[in-house]
């Protein structure tokens, strides 16, 4: 049988000027994201949509999701394969396509992990456990476009690897 997972957040939108949404020029994109316990994240739309450029946009969240749940996946099978990361970095970027009516749809997200393993032996098992996170990624496996994942692994020097331990 299946688990359920439930979430909940809380989304307010601030930026009302004093006119509410009057006109498209009228009031602000801001809107703040909260959940019981974390940070509240400062949110708005993309500039490209009259956004804050200062404040973050869902298509930024998106990526930042799907690159956060293809870490957490992958340090997991990395340590149930044996192999120590010892550093991990990522930098995805994404394309989406703005329709002449103003809808848009992500075409692509492709995610840059530079991983740093302990063992020179293990850098190509460690590369290749990034094939596998998108067999259990909730976020990619929910969205509707491709991600891709183009891995850099490299093996710490030795010298690194005395100051890790």
């Keep these: 049988m299946a ?16 006119t509410g949404t009057s006109s498209y020029r009228a009031y602000r994109r801001d809107h703040e994201v909260s959940a019981e316990g974390p940070p509240v994240i400062p949110g708005s739309s993309d500039p490209a949509f009259r956004g804050d450029p200062a404040r973050w946009n869902p298509e930024q969240l998106l990526l930042a999701s799907l690159a956060q749940c293809h870490m957490l996946w992958y340090l997991h099978l990395a340590a149930t394969a044996g192999v120590t990361v010892l550093a991990y ?3 995805p ?40 996170v998108g067999e259990f990624c909730f976020i990619a496996r929910s969205v509707n476009f491709p991600v891709h994942h183009r891995p850099t692994t490299e093996a710490a020097p030795s010298a690194a690897l005395h100051d890790a331990g």
């Design 89 to 91: 970095r990522d930098e």
């Design 93 to 132: 970027t994404g394309t989406m396509v703005e329709e002449a009516t103003g809808a848009g749809r992500f075409r692509e997200a492709v995610l840059h992990p530079q991983v740093t393993v302990a063992d020179p032996a293990q850098v190509e098992l460690a590369e290749s456990l990034h094939d596998r």
């Design 3 to 18: 688990k359920e997972h439930h979430y909940r957040v809380r989304l307010v939108w601030t930026g009302n000027t004093g």
